[in-house]
């Protein structure tokens, strides 16, 4: 079954601790993407990336870095989450080359940082 | 670059009532156009898109859309809503030819009366 799965899916994290948010997609794709999902904003992209070692900012970059080791993983760190962080984050992944093709989604992973 | 707004934050509806949910886009051409549905705790499911021909998109779930050039909309419609449609609803754009990034309207939010 294709999946793009997340880890954790909740997490309450303090100000100041370092934390990884790991994607994984089973469908061999080249385009990763993670967004961030806030009330009355939608979805905005935090960073992308169109292969491997490969990896580009979003519209939201600040306090996240990514990386791209492999295919089928892009994780998203914070180095020092801040509570605007708090948010809803999804991973998702698509074929590279056209926003026409179909993106899939995970499920989610809500972050609260106190 | 392109943007999307979608005017309506949240909309109630009886059961059995139609519904238009209603989307603006900014771009300098046709772009891609797409509605995704976001049940409670859930990922992002892909209810249709619109590429190019007929302007009229059939979806999942008995959802429609129409894309109108002329109004840069691309409203979702529905004749009869059923309870289990009550979730977040996100318009999204992609540009052609300009790699895989999808930009997301900030979501209207469908409540569904008994």
């Known amino acids: 079954e294709a999946q793009v799965t997340q880890n954790p899916r909740y997490l309450i994290t303090v100000t100041g601790k370092k934390l990884t948010v790991t994607c994984s997609q089973n469908?061999?794709?080249?385009?990763m993407s993670w967004y961030r999902q806030d009330p009355g904003l939608g979805l905005r992209q935090i960073y992308y990336s169109m292969n491997v070692e490969v990896t580009d900012k979003g519209d939201v970059p600040e306090g996240y870095k990514v990386s791209r080791k492999e295919k089928r993983n892009f994780p998203l760190i914070l180095e020092s989450p801040s509570p605007n962080q708090t948010s809803l984050y999804f991973c998702a992944s698509s074929l590279a080359g056209s926003s026409g093709n179909t993106i899939y989604f995970g499920e989610g992973s809500w972050l609260t940082v106190v | 670059a392109q943007s999307v707004t979608q005017p309506d934050i949240h909309i109630t509806v009886s059961e059995g009532a139609s519904l238009e949910l209603r989307c603006n886009y900014s771009y300098g051409a046709t772009p891609y156009l797409f509605w995704y549905v976001q049940s409670p705790g859930q990922g992002l499911q892909l209810l249709l898109k619109?590429?190019?021909?007929?302007?009229l998109v059939q979806g999942i779930k008995g959802f429609e859309a129409e894309f109108k050039r002329s109004q840069s909309s691309f409203n979702l419609r529905k004749p009869s809503v059923h309870w289990s449609d009550a979730a977040e609803y996100f318009c999204?754009?992609?540009?052609?030819?300009?790699?895989?990034?999808?930009?997301f309207g900030g979501g209207t939010r469908l409540m569904v009366k008994p």
């Open positions: 619109y590429f190019s021909g007929d302007t």
């Open positions: 999204a754009v992609g540009a052609r030819n300009a790699g895989n990034m999808l930009t």
């Open positions: 469908m061999n794709h080249e385009y």
